[in-house]
């Protein structure tokens, strides 16, 4: 099956359910196809998460957590004809081929394969994706593309203590997050809209700068995450990141027809968590995104 273009129109969340011109998604029986709870997020998009709790991903001596660097997901919306789906996985260089050719027969396409992060042990790849059409139909084909791999079932998270400054680092970036898996997290939406074949993107479907902040100690943290940026944006922002001693780890697309053209700039640090919260706002500061205030 293969799921083709469309036209964007207004969206309607009902319960457990959302419709479009008289369509029904059944959020229960998505669930039910792709084999885990999924989970409503602004914007009228459901979110399915896949973290890799089963690795034990080492970057610079830095443990990684799930939350910080190795969180799968796949986010659904509704919209004519089905829904529109996106998304990543965090497969090891193994489950790539496996994983490609599952998504393929049930109709999912890619739209990037990269790393995101450098010098990690085990290495991870990151396969993006793309769809439109039945939910249902997609779930499936997620799910068996899952099951090719070590992806662990879902499971309960177990709260982790934050031992991070969180207001100092706020005030820093200007703008705050959350608590995660023992990592922050802040998305920063960009200003314009993003669109694909007349659908508007929300922020929650993977358009909006995501900073992620992980305790290493002594009020320090790592750093990883990705700026969304237009082409003219993108050395402006490498200058400013190192000048901030960020390193600059990837620079790709995520997506394949998005309007405007975007580009992902990934990064990495380990340092004073405020000194980073600064450097990254002067970053932050070059780009078109939403101030805190809008």
């Known amino acids: 099956m293969r799921f083709k273009c469309w036209r964007y129109v207004g969206l309607a969340t009902v319960a457990l359910a959302q419709t479009v011109q008289g369509q029904t998604v059944d959020w229960k029986a998505v669930e039910t196809a792709i084999g885990r709870a999924g989970a409503?997020?602004?914007?009228?998009?459901y979110r399915f998460n896949f973290p890799r709790s089963d690795l034990r991903v080492v970057v610079d001596g830095v443990t990684?957590?799930?939350?910080?660097?190795?969180?799968g997901w796949i986010a659904m919306k509704a919209a004519p004809g089905g829904v529109m789906a996106v998304g990543d996985l965090?497969?090891?260089?193994?489950?790539?081929?496996?994983?490609?050719?599952?998504?393929?027969?049930?109709?999912?396409?890619?739209?990037a394969i990269h790393h995101h992060v450098l010098n990690e042990s085990p290495r991870v790849i990151y396969v993006h994706v793309h769809a439109h059409g039945d939910a249902v139909s997609i779930a499936t084909a997620v799910r068996a593309a899952v099951a090719t791999t070590q992806i662990p079932p879902a499971a309960t998270a177990t709260p982790v203590q934050l031992d991070l400054d969180t207001l100092a680092v706020a005030r820093a970036l200007g703008y705050s997050g959350r608590a995660n898996g023992?990592?922050?997290?802040?998305?920063?939406?960009?200003?314009?809209?993003?669109?694909?074949?007349?659908f508007e993107f929300p922020p929650s479907m993977g358009v909006a700068t995501a900073i992620n902040f992980q305790p290493t100690g002594s009020g320090r943290a790592a750093i990883t995450g990705d700026f969304v940026l237009l082409a003219t944006e993108v050395n402006q922002v490498i200058r400013a990141l190192q000048q901030g001693g960020i390193e600059v780890t990837s620079l790709h697309s995520h997506m394949l027809a998005e309007e405007p053209r975007l580009l992902f700039m990934h990064f990495w640090a380990n340092a004073d968590a405020v000194s980073l919260a600064k450097s990254l706002r002067s970053a932050l500061d070059l780009t078109n995104s939403k101030r805190p205030s809008q």
């Open 90 to 111: 965090v497969l090891t260089e193994a489950e790539v081929g496996p994983v490609l050719r599952a998504l393929q027969k049930g109709g999912v396409e890619q739209t």
């Open 64 to 71: 990684l957590r799930p939350a910080l660097a190795l969180g």
């Open 182 to 198: 023992g990592v922050y997290q802040v998305s920063v939406p960009r200003a314009e809209a993003i669109r694909e074949a007349g």
């Open 40 to 45: 409503a997020q602004a914007g009228d998009v």
